[in-house]
């Protein structure tokens, strides 16, 4: 599998990159995440991890905030 590489854009999106780099490496390696006010634990735990990120995504008012949680949630689509 071939990787590209992600060159961040702005702060936020480089705080994604991280965040999401972040809740992967957990779920790989078998530890237990927070994701909000979420407790992330079971075996699908990348797809519980993503849906919780969009639902604080639509339920966001900010336009700023959203677009860092989409950020967020692509990461972790791309893996």
Same mark, same amino acid.
């Given at each position: 599998?071939?990787?590209?590489?992600?060159?961040?854009?702005?702060? !936020?999106? +480089? @705080?994604? /990159?991280?965040?999401?780099?972040?809740?992967?490496?957990?779920?790989? =390696?078998?530890? &237990?995440?927070?994701?909000?006010?979420?407790?992330?634990?079971?075996? !699908?735990? +990348? @797809?519980? /991890?993503?849906?919780?990120?969009?639902?604080?995504?639509?339920?966001? =008012?900010?336009? &700023?905030?959203?677009?860092?949680?989409?950020?967020?949630?692509?990461?972790?689509?791309?893996?």
């Amino acid at each position: 599998m071939r990787y590209e590489p992600v060159i961040p854009r702005s702060r !936020d999106e +480089l @705080e994604a /990159a991280f965040g999401a780099a972040e809740i992967l490496d957990a779920i790989r =390696s078998g530890r &237990d995440i927070w994701v909000f006010d979420q407790y992330i634990w079971d075996p !699908d735990s +990348l @797809e519980r /991890a993503r849906k919780v990120l969009i639902e604080k995504r639509d339920a966001c =008012s900010d336009p &700023d905030r959203a677009a860092f949680l989409t950020s967020l949630i692509r990461g972790l689509e791309k893996g």
